[in-house]
């Protein structure tokens, strides 16, 4: 009968299934870290120097994620510094021209949007003067209503009919829009951003600021709308 230990039998084990797998420590980086290897200066050092070399390229991919994640944190401050900016700016507004100029000089200054338009839909002699555009609500049915039919924002290529019906005369350089109904259950308008790149607004990019955006100014408009239909009652 066998007097070996199993720790002798483990030790055996281990050594001889290390010498037949010889590339086990590069398949498997992790498991160094966690080794303690004697340095023997005069000696082979190829596992230390591997362990260091696993140690350094961990602490790389940590770095380049802590970059990243300061990154995002700055990219989220601006974009929170914007958005606060615009909405001040939205609710110190007294009237339906100075809500309307205080968002264009916003989407133009704070965001570097290259084209954008705000339709009301509407009477233009019942509606109060602004730099947004008047349509009926027939001609939006007509012209835009797969936008119209839509619950959220809607990114992407638009045709000729509906990018001339939301940028006018800007339609002939623009590639790409985003568009939002604003007012779900009394549409008061749509809100639309045009780009010149064909692929800079996709049908897959996220939407949040856009439809949060339309929330604020479909609180908004009302009150506006509806003090220049009373007088003119």
């Known amino acids: 009968?066998?007097?070996?230990?199993?720790?002798?039998?483990?030790?055996?084990?281990?050594?001889?299934?290390?010498?037949?797998?010889?590339?086990?420590?590069?398949?498997?980086?992790?498991?160094?870290?966690?080794?303690?290897?004697?340095?023997?200066?005069?000696?082979?050092?190829?596992?230390?120097?591997?362990?260091?070399?696993?140690?350094?390229?961990?602490?790389s991919e940590m770095k380049e994620q802590?970059?990243?994640?300061?990154?995002?944190?700055?990219?989220?401050?601006?974009?929170?510094?914007?958005?606060?900016?615009?909405?001040?700016?939205?609710?110190?507004?007294?009237?339906?021209?100075?809500?309307i100029e205080s968002l264009y000089e916003s989407l133009g200054s704070d965001y570097g949007v290259e084209a954008y338009s705000l339709t009301l839909f509407g009477d233009e002699v019942n509606l109060p003067k602004s730099m947004a555009q008047i349509s009926s609500p027939d001609k939006a049915h007509k012209v835009i209503a797969s936008i119209l039919s839509t619950s959220g924002a809607v990114c992407g290529q638009l045709g000729a009919s509906e990018m001339n019906f939301l940028f006018g005369?800007?339609?002939?350089?623009?590639?790409?829009?985003?568009?939002?109904?604003?007012?779900?259950?009394?549409?008061?308008?749509v809100l639309a951003l045009g780009n010149s790149d064909p692929h800079f607004y996709q049908n897959d990019m996220g939407t949040i600021f856009l439809d949060y955006l339309?929330?604020?100014?479909?609180?908004?408009?009302p009150q506006y709308l509806k003090s220049r239909n009373k007088q003119k009652k």
Not at 68 to 92: C, D, P, R, V
Not at 214 to 221: D, F, K, W
């Open 66 to 99: 802590l970059d990243s994640l300061y990154s995002t944190a700055q990219e989220n401050e601006m974009m929170f510094e914007k958005t606060n900016h615009l909405i001040s700016g939205l609710l110190e507004a007294n009237n339906l021209g100075a809500l």
């Open 169 to 189: 005369d800007h339609k002939n350089f623009l590639g790409s829009a985003a568009t939002v109904v604003l007012g779900q259950d009394s549409k008061l308008g």
């Open 1 to 59: 009968m066998s007097t070996e230990k199993p720790t002798d039998i483990s030790v055996k084990q281990v050594r001889g299934y290390l010498r037949d797998n010889p590339s086990f420590f590069d398949e498997n980086p992790d498991i160094l870290e966690t080794m303690i290897v004697p340095h023997n200066t005069e000696g082979a050092v190829s596992l230390i120097e591997r362990q260091l070399a696993v140690l350094r390229s961990r602490n």
């Open 214 to 221: 339309a929330e604020v100014l479909s609180r908004l408009l």
